[in-house]
């Protein structure tokens, strides 16, 4: 007497196919943002002038990226100025934790700091002026009105004090 063996239903082999499918989904997405590395936010761009991140968005697309190749065309200068930032950042805490304490050569970081991101912060604006000035007048009010919206929506509310 021998048993033949039993057929798995269909329904099973589906199922395990789906599965199989599945799997090979999520391995197939992970692999690929592994391979793929991270992605640099393109729309925000970190630079010494209040609210250029905000200005930056409420630029018209073509614009934004035009804004975009023109920084790039200056990275060296500002990654020279950003290097001096970290330096004068690294002086701020040896003066900060220095003994005996010296509130002069604090002072002296601190206005060094204050020094470099004025610096950047004139580059950044020239080249802010210089894409705005490169606007069309339709671009240009596009931009004013999208700056206008953004401020109307962000208004400060009152809280309620207990």
């Known amino acids: 007497m021998t048993d033949t063996p039993r057929r798995s239903p269909r329904w099973m082999k589906a199922l395990l196919i789906a599965s ?59 990654r020279a100025h950003r290097k001096q930032v970290r330096a004068a950042r690294q002086a701020f805490l040896a003066a900060l934790t220095a003994e005996p304490f010296s509130a002069a050569a604090l002072t002296q970081a601190l206005e060094s700091q204050a020094q470099v991101w004025t610096t950047l912060g004139a580059e950044t604006r020239e080249v802010l002026v210089d894409r705005i000035e490169a606007m069309t007048p339709e671009a240009r009010a596009e931009f004013a009105a999208n700056l206008q919206r953004r401020g109307q929506r962000r208004a400060p509310q009152k809280r309620d004090k207990p």
Request: proline share 7%; no cysteine.
């Open 20 to 78: 199989l499918a599945g799997n090979l989904a999520v391995v197939g997405v992970i692999a690929g943002a592994a391979l793929r590395g991270p992605i640099a936010p393109a729309a925000k761009l970190s630079l010494p002038i209040e609210g250029f991140n905000r200005m930056h968005r409420a630029m018209p697309a073509a614009d934004q990226a035009a804004l975009r190749a023109d920084l790039r065309g200056r990275r060296d200068t500002i």
